[in-house]
């Protein structure tokens, strides 16, 4: 079924990863620039697989204390209760409010862990030069992309809330250090989604059939 | 040459077919994308940015939302949360909810009013390969309807607590999502490298 197909990098061609222009490459060329747009062209996004490791190690890092140390504290009257991201859902499944509960869960906890296992996985694979399932491999990167945006929901209530909830010693919501872990690991798990080149799943492929 | 594309999720070399109509090309080996054409892609996207201009005016402007406890009522902007997120001493938290929800979407329809309203006029802009990467680097931190959301959340958890009143600057928010995604997903990037491939 491969027979015929031709990918850029085994007809020494560059694709412009910012305005999709084929550019012929000389021999590993040390700078090359796009002649249409000006971009730095790569024939992978460099380094992809030690960046995305070291983003994926330090995102699994700062995932503990997202999840152990308190994202707000609540004051009311006198009274301080802080709570951490599972503390809010257990919360909300107690109060019966369980399709926010189920929302904060997914997004919180459930999406990261999936997106940092995902990613982690995509790596050894390519590492290993696995030519299992190419196609849903790929199409598992992509979800990664789409989905990670939606875990800074929780830091997003936190600060609605921190806005509204602030009637001096009636009630008040102060962010706690477990937001900004939270927060990191979001960001982190952003970029290693980006820096991860999905075209390396595809790679071995072309080498088996030379 | 022209015509053939290296798909950006597999690398695998294709011919792009031509097509006059609108409707979207993929990737035959890994199902990507490639290329999504749109009927009056430039004229759509600029009126959408404009419009998104308005809208953001609005929801920075007016009040947000109102918590109401019994006498006491309490009004906030949009930016409310991010002054006092560092007002608290998390100047980290404040700088990326400032980014997510109020610069960067700022900052896209700005670029993309530099790019098209000169190529409406059949100009081309200045630095117009830069400006446009820079676009697309700004996409994905562009987390509005993750604020909604977000927004949807915090109003449930209170609701209990207080009652709250939506302002002007929320449903002009919420516009303002739809607005921006329509208007990423009508410009024809293709066509953006056509016009600056001619002029050159």
């Known amino acids: 079924m491969n027979q015929g197909l031709k990918t850029a990098r085994s007809e020494g061609l560059i694709s412009c990863h910012s305005c999709h222009l084929l550019c012929r490459s000389p021999e590993p060329a040390a700078v090359m620039i796009c002649p249409r747009c000006g971009t730095r062209l790569h024939r992978r996004k460099p380094n992809s697989i030690k960046r995305t490791w070291a983003l994926v190690v330090a995102a699994f890092i700062f995932y503990i204390p997202a999840n152990v140390l308190p994202i707000t504290t609540v004051v009311s009257l006198g ?4 709570d951490t991201i599972m503390s809010g859902v257990i919360y909300f499944i107690k109060t019966g409010m369980w399709p926010i509960a189920l929302v904060i869960f997914v997004a919180s906890v459930f999406v990261p862990l999936l997106k940092l296992i995902i990613l ?3 790596l050894i694979t390519v590492q290993r030069k696995s030519s299992w399932r190419r196609k849903d491999r790929t199409r598992l990167y992509r979800i990664t992309e789409v989905v990670g945006r939606w875990s800074m929901v929780d830091i997003f209530v936190v600060t609605i809330l921190v806005a509204l909830v602030n009637l001096g010693a009636l009630a ?8 900004i872990f939270f927060c990191a690991v979001v960001v982190i798990t952003l970029f290693a989604a980006m820096s991860f080149d999905p075209r390396l799943i595809w790679d071995t492929e072309e080498s088996l059939n030379e | 040459m022209s015509s053939l594309i290296a798909c950006h999720d597999c690398d695998l070399i294709q011919r792009l077919p031509h097509i006059s109509e609108a409707g979207t090309i993929q990737c035959i080996r890994c199902g990507a994308v490639l290329h999504q054409k749109i009927r009056n892609s430039i004229e ?18 007016f009040p947000f939302l109102a918590f109401k406890i ?14 006092e997120l560092y007002a608290q001493g998390m100047p980290e938290l404040s700088v990326i909810v400032l980014l997510t929800t109020v610069l960067v979407p700022f900052a896209q329809m700005i670029c993309m009013l530099y790019i098209l309203l ?4 059949r ?16 996409q994905p931190w562009n987390m509005m309807e993750v604020f909604m959301l977000g927004i949807l959340v915090s109003v449930v958890k209170l609701a209990k607590m207080a009652q709250i009143i939506p302002g002007v600057a929320l449903f002009s928010f919420l516009a303002l999502i739809f607005v ?7 410009l024809d990037s293709h066509l953006i490298w056509e016009k600056w491939d001619e002029k050159r």
Do not use: C, D, E, W
């Open chain 1, 79 to 82: 009274k301080a209760q802080s």
């Open chain 1, 120 to 122: 982690t996985f995509l």
């Open chain 1, 172 to 179: 008040s919501i102060h962010a706690r250090p477990g937001a």
């Open chain 2, 44 to 61: 759509r996207t600029l009126s959408l940015t404009l419009a998104g201009l308005v809208l953001f005016g609005l929801a920075n402007t």
């Open chain 2, 70 to 83: 019994g006498a006491q009522v309490r009004q906030t902007t949009l930016l409310t949360g991010i002054q």
């Open chain 2, 118 to 121: 000169p190529l409406k006029f």
């Open chain 2, 123 to 138: 100009r081309i802009p200045i630095k117009l390969p830069q400006v446009f990467r820079f676009i697309r680097h700004l």
């Open chain 2, 180 to 186: 921006m995604a329509a208007m990423t997903a009508s």
